[in-house]
């Protein structure tokens, strides 16, 4: 059986891969949210925004140089195993598979079947039935080809970013900013600096939060034609895409709805539209995020078992996972184990609480990932690199400082919950040295050590 992946995927491939995870459903939620930690001030929460943005671009920039210098399946995990070694590598591995990646699918299937339920009526028996069935959808199109399931990323991520840009065009150019928009109603950030400064910084975090997943395209850099110039290239001008995107929207929103009125919208997007189209434009909107969620579920399972096939290649989880499919050239049973979990998360509900509490473990890997570009330019000081970093070392710099920031902030505002993230995550070191003392018994069997 071949243990090859095909490499399928071009420049078109790994742009619409990073739109389309990383826009799901937190455009349509996040900026009301925003506004309130910046008191309503439009102008310093498109900037947020923007920073944001920025500092996201920055990841791109430095995974793009190490996803150029060694395109292999894995990405990220491939960078801090190369640099700082197996252990923690596989820790990021293993709150991946538990929690994050899988969380992350669960999650957008949870919220598929919820706004399904304004569009059609559905029991909470069948809301579960729909979030599992749409996971088996995800999972059946991405274990028949890497090249089919790109298809379908690339039609569906087209589809929602035409409707949005669209739909914010409209509302910028028809808006009148609703009743809130009056004189006074953004407060002047100018006359309180040191207020400014601090809710500045909360909304960084969470927009940050709005712009995770570009990273996972860094799995699928194994399966990337002519990597050394499209890899770079895709992550770059998708995470740039990501920011002109997620600022048109904005501004559409504060436009229809006014400041005041967006901040307080639980459901910003829906009552935008709502507010210039009428009542019965929320349910395209609401089939637009149906769209939307789907797509990013569907990058992440294009993209996360890479992380898994991986892992089992250097022997520290299920050799099962890094066999390729024969007919279908996909790491098939990586897809399908990442998947069911997804499923049994989904159907339970309980993993959801869970899910906050870990989910910020990943921004640490995140740091380190960042942070493993120094150590290939030291150890490979003569390598080719197809792509540099532009910047180096402030781009990088910046990059792993504002992942840091995110670890830190939760850390000092909510310990208890980064508290139950750090002990999933620490579970991982036994089961790590299970495995690898399992790997060392199987090569001695076979007289390879």
Known sequence: MSQTLRRTLGLKDLLLIVVGTVIGSGIFIVPATTLQQTGNSVTVALLVWLVAGVLSLLGALTYGEMGAANPDAGGLYVYIRDAFGELPAFLYGWTALLVIASGSVATLAVAFSAYLGQIVPISGTAAKVVAVLMIIVTMVINVRGTRGSANVQNWTTGLKVTALVVISVVLIVVGSGGPAAAPGAVPAPASHPAISFSMFATAMIGVLWAYEGWQYATFAAGETRDPQRTFPRGIIIGTACIIGIYVLANFGYVAALGAGRAAQSPRIAADAVGAVLGPMAGKVIAAIILVSMFSAANGLTLTAPRL??????????????????????????????????????????????????????????????????????????????????????????????????????????????????????????????????????????????
């Open 308 to 449: 898994y096939y991986a892992m089992s290649r250097d022997g520290v989880f299920f050799r099962k996972l890094a066999e390729v499919h024969p007919r279908f050239g996909t790491p098939a049973f990586a897809i399908v184990a990442c998947s069911v979990w997804a499923m049994c998360l989904a159907a339970t509900g309980s993993f959801e609480q869970l899910f906050t509490y870990v989910v910020f473990v990943g921004w640490i890997f995140y740091a380190l990932g960042g942070l493993a570009i120094f150590t290939y330019r030291r150890r490979q000081p003569n390598a080719i690199r197809p792509f540099k970093v532009p910047g180096y070392p402030v781009t990088p710099i910046l990059f792993v400082a504002s992942a840091l920031a995110v670890v830190v902030n939760t850390v000092v505002t909510q310990p208890g919950r980064a508290a139950l993230g750090l002990i999933v995550t620490v579970v991982g070191v036994p089961v790590f040295f299970v495995w690898r003392a399992n790997r060392t018994r199987a090569n001695r069997r076979r007289g390879d050590v």
